[in-house]
């Protein structure tokens, strides 16, 4: 983890920003590598990463870890967090006020990680950083699958992977899908890196 990642950590472990924290039994901060090219923005928490102060480690995120399998990605290679940090109650949607309170974490992990493509999914993913970001209106089956330059990195919309367990027929396909569109992004950009320091060599 760089010292960046570790301050941000340090202070989503002991934030008290929102009525949150009164009710958590462990704050995610999220977990991957610091260098990640790939970061994936979920919700919230819920009971089991409340529980182990992991994120992703319920049923939907099984279910992740599958579909990134499946679209060539280890989950071991990716960034993941969710856009509030704390478990709501009874796993109820995040509050505005909460999503607010927040959503600097985010943007600072971001970047600190500085990857090539940002990955928002779901609803509140997308919600949270639409405005900020200026992405298109319309929901998420309208304008996933797109990347959206945005200088630094792109960003990917894709389905919630709990969104996914719901309609596995149609989202599952359709995530690793979007998946590989993220990861070959990636390897383009490799690509030119790599080209680089050849020509480097050379001279
Ligand atoms: N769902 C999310 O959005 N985030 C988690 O960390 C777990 C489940």
């Known amino acids: 983890m760089n010292e960046e990642l570790s301050r941000i950590r340090a202070r989503i472990m002991n934030c008290t920003a929102c009525p949150l924290h009164v009710g958590r039994k462990n704050p ?14 979920g ?16 049923m939907a995120g099984r279910l992740l870890t599958e579909m990134l399998k499946e679209a060539g990605v280890p989950r071991s290679s990716v ?25 600097g974490y985010l943007l600072e992990q971001i ?45 990917l919309v ?4 709990a969104g996914v367990l719901r309609d596995r027929r149609r989202k599952r396909p359709l995530f690793v899908s979007h998946i590989r569109l993220a990861e070959e992004a990636v390897k383009k950009r490799g690509e030119g890196w790599l080209g680089l320091r050849l020509e480097e060599f050379e001279g």
């Open 79 to 103: 960034y993941i967090t969710s856009v509030i940090k704390c478990r709501p109650p009874g796993n109820r949607n995040p509050k505005k006020g909460e999503i607010e309170a927040c959503r």
């Open 28 to 41: 995610v901060p999220g977990e991957g590598p610091a260098d990640a090219p790939l970061l994936l923005v």
């Open 43 to 58: 919700e919230a928490p819920g009971r089991e990463e409340d529980e182990t102060g992991r994120p992703f480690v319920g």
């Open 111 to 155: 970047a600190a990680v500085r990857p090539e493509v940002v990955v928002l999914m779901g609803n509140v993913a997308l919600n949270s950083l639409k405005e900020v970001w200026k992405l298109p209106g319309g929901n998420i089956g309208e304008i996933s699958g797109e990347l959206y330059d945005r200088g630094d990195f792109k960003v």
């Open 158 to 161: 894709t389905y919630h992977p």
